[in-house]
């Protein structure tokens, strides 16, 4: 990591618009922070559910009216109360958007993953862009996006491009081009009219690797999309007769998913999410983990022989498109969801035999790299 980069107070806002899990929200987390660290006033908007025990240090945070999938489908949006937003729901967040602006009245707007994705919002941000470039020509917006997107039809690519070309002046992606360039999953990337900057990866700290135990980690980030995850581990550990402990992060929907967790063998431990999570890592023998972007960077920073198993829901294809270029470099190794349990054992054992492979280099300094060019900015 640089040096901090120290300015005169200026704003920046970033707004984050989480549907399902709260991976997007961590990882506007770590740079929001590092840009108040940098001497910048911050304030964070939040479209999504709040999420417990998740604080920022230096940030000021603005919630508004959430919003959230219903479960897995993202076609389907509801309110806080698990029911079919509203209208006067979009109306409170646009004016909760606009007197935010006027308040703090920042010198740039970081958005993260739209246009290219969260399309429930677009009227919102239509609406909340336009005024704001009305009344002020000179600021600048940067959308901010993962390493890899959704895979989208070519027709709601050049509607992506087009709100590019209306209201975004810089692209910032928060990857390694040498470990995956935009266009592996947005084909008209030569056609996007505004400049694309790659950060590295947005990591936290590394933590050195000790190993201390034999424990077999399950982790599926905040848990929502993580069930059938934690039924091929659940069978897995079942079958194990080698007396190694199996600890299951529960995550955030353990009690939806309390029948999962109910006499379970000795050797089988159920647990909430740890704060100390990167610690458990770097002490145990092995994760098996969904592919999400966080997820991912948790294994990088701690160096964890690792097993994913990707999320592959309705026509999702992030997870899986990063699992197999991640397993190409060695850092982990591919399960997909429609295996059998006993594989899965076979190849925690195969795993464990073979030893810790080389990891490649890879940008892990997306941080420091994202706040810079920030800072430029403003």
């Given at each position: 990591m640089g040096t901090s980069i120290l300015v005169g107070q200026k704003c920046v806002l970033l707004y984050v618009q989480h549907l399902l899990g709260s991976g997007h929200l961590h990882r506007v987390r770590l740079v929001a922070e590092e840009l108040a660290h940098c001497g910048l006033r911050v304030v964070v908007v939040s479209g999504g559910p709040t999420v417990s025990n998740f604080h920022f240090d230096g940030v000021i945070f603005v919630q508004l009216e959430p919003i959230r999938s219903n479960g897995l489908d993202f076609g389907s949006i509801?309110?806080?109360?698990?029911?079919p937003v509203a209208d006067h729901v979009f109306q409170a967040r646009q004016q909760q958007l606009l007197d935010t602006y006027a308040l703090y009245q920042p010198q740039l707007i970081v958005i993260e993953s739209w246009p290219f994705?969260?399309?429930?919002?677009?009227?919102?941000?239509?609406s909340f862009l336009q005024n704001v470039k009305s009344k002020t020509a000179s600021i600048r917006t940067v959308i901010s996006i993962r390493d890899i997107l959704q895979i989208r039809s070519e027709n709601k690519q050049r509607k992506t491009i087009a709100?590019?070309?209306?209201?975004?002046?810089?692209?910032?992606?928060?990857?390694?081009?040498?470990?995956v360039p935009l266009?592996?999953?947005?084909?008209?990337?030569?056609?996007?009219?505004i400049p694309i900057v790659y950060t590295g990866y947005v990591a936290p700290p590394p933590v050195p690797r000790e190993l201390e135990s034999k424990d077999v980690v399950v982790a599926a980030g905040g848990g929502l999309a993580g069930e059938n995850l934690y039924q091929l581990a659940l069978s897995a550990a079942q079958l194990d007769t080698t007396g190694r402990i199996w600890?299951?992060?529960?995550?955030?929907?353990?009690?939806?998913?309390?029948?999962?967790?109910?006499?379970?063998?000795?050797h089988i431990k159920a647990e909430p999410n740890r704060v100390d999570f990167r610690a458990l890592l770097s002490s145990s023998s092995i994760l098996i983990s969904q592919c999400g972007y966080n997820s991912m960077m948790d294994v990088l920073v701690t160096g964890i022989p690792t097993i994913v198993v990707?999320?592959?829901?309705?026509?999702?294809?992030?997870?899986?498109?990063?699992?197999?270029?991640?397993?190409?470099?060695?850092?982990?190794?591919?399960?997909?969801?429609?295996?059998?349990?006993?594989?899965?054992?076979?190849?925690v054992e195969f795993t464990?035999?073979?030893?810790?492979?080389?990891?490649?280099?890879?940008?892990?300094?997306g941080v420091y790299n994202s706040a810079k060019f920030i800072v430029s900015l403003v």
């Open positions: 509801v309110d806080k109360h698990g029911m994705g969260r399309g429930v919002v677009n009227e919102e941000l239509d709100r590019l070309s209306r209201f975004a002046d810089f692209i910032m992606v928060h990857g390694d081009s040498s470990v266009d592996a999953s947005f084909s008209l990337t030569s056609q996007v009219p600890r299951f992060m529960t995550g955030s929907n353990a009690e939806t998913q309390a029948d999962l967790w109910v006499n379970l063998p000795a990707p999320f592959e829901g309705v026509a999702e294809t992030e997870q899986l498109q990063r699992a197999k270029i991640f397993s190409q470099l060695n850092i982990c190794t591919m399960f997909r969801e429609s295996e059998r349990p006993e594989r899965l054992l076979a190849l464990l035999a073979k030893g810790e492979d080389y990891v490649p280099r890879i940008d892990l300094d």
